[in-house]
Nanobody, 127 residues
Framework: QVQLVESGGGLVQPGGSLTLSCTASGSTFNNYAIGWSRQAPGKEREEISCISSGDASTYYTNSVKGRFAISRDNAKNTVYLQMNNLKPEDTAEYYC????????????????????WGQGTQVTVSS
């Protein structure tokens, strides 16, 4: 079984940057695809990015494409989410989780079956 812990959230001004970390323990991290999701107050949780275990293929939802970058360091059992040009609408609790099902649709990575959620880290974008 794997345990995930998110860190790196905080308060940032619009246009600013933050890097979130998702650190794993308890199992073989290299074997897992990891995804980031977020949940804003009053809204459903949405998947925003995912990275595969093998070739580090990535997926981004349209609202963060070009602004966010997901990466992984298997030696450190950590997945990162670099967030640039942050907007007030990015304000949310951010979670990482293991994607238990990974496929490719038209050559694009698709992750699902999220499990082993971390406790979340709050990101607030405000002036």
């Amino acid at each position: 079984q794997v345990q995930l812990v998110e860190s790196g959230g905080g308060l940032v001004q619009p246009g600013g940057s933050l890097t979130l970390s998702c650190t794993a323990s308890g199992s073989t991290f290299n074997n897992y695809a990891i995804g980031w999701s977020r949940q804003a107050p009053g809204k459903e949780r949405e998947e925003i990015s995912c990275i595969s275990s093998g070739d580090a293929s990535t997926y981004y939802t349209n609202s963060v494409k070009g602004r966010f970058a997901i990466s992984r360091d298997n030696a450190k059992n950590t997945v990162y989410l670099q967030m640039n040009n942050l907007k007030p609408e990015d304000t949310a609790e951010y979670y990482c989780a293991v994607a238990t099902f990974v496929t490719y649709r038209g050559g694009n990575l698709a992750c699902s079956g999220y499990d082993y959620w971390g406790q979340g880290t709050q990101v607030t974008v405000s002036s």
